[in-house]
């Protein structure tokens, strides 16, 4: 029974061992998202900012501001 117990309980840190072996992928997959996340956060403004899209944005400003109540 005490060799079945112990064996257990090596079989569980040995995999808790190996799921700390891992934990550097977190942080590295964090890295890529946040650059891609930055990146599309550029092209976003990008777009944004652009003549044909502010001359859009400024178009609707100015029909919902003459729009009648």
């Known amino acids: 029974m005490c060799r079945l117990v112990r064996a257990r309980l090596r079989a569980l840190v ?26 599309f956060a550029v092209l976003l403004y990008k777009v944004v900012t652009s003549d044909a899209v502010s001359a859009e944005l400024q178009d609707i ?9």
């Open 14 to 39: 040995c995999g808790v061992r190996g799921a700390r072996r891992d934990a550097g992928m977190v942080t590295s997959e964090y890295a890529v998202g946040l650059i891609a996340a930055a990146a």
């Open 61 to 69: 400003v100015k029909r919902a501001l003459d729009a009648r109540m």
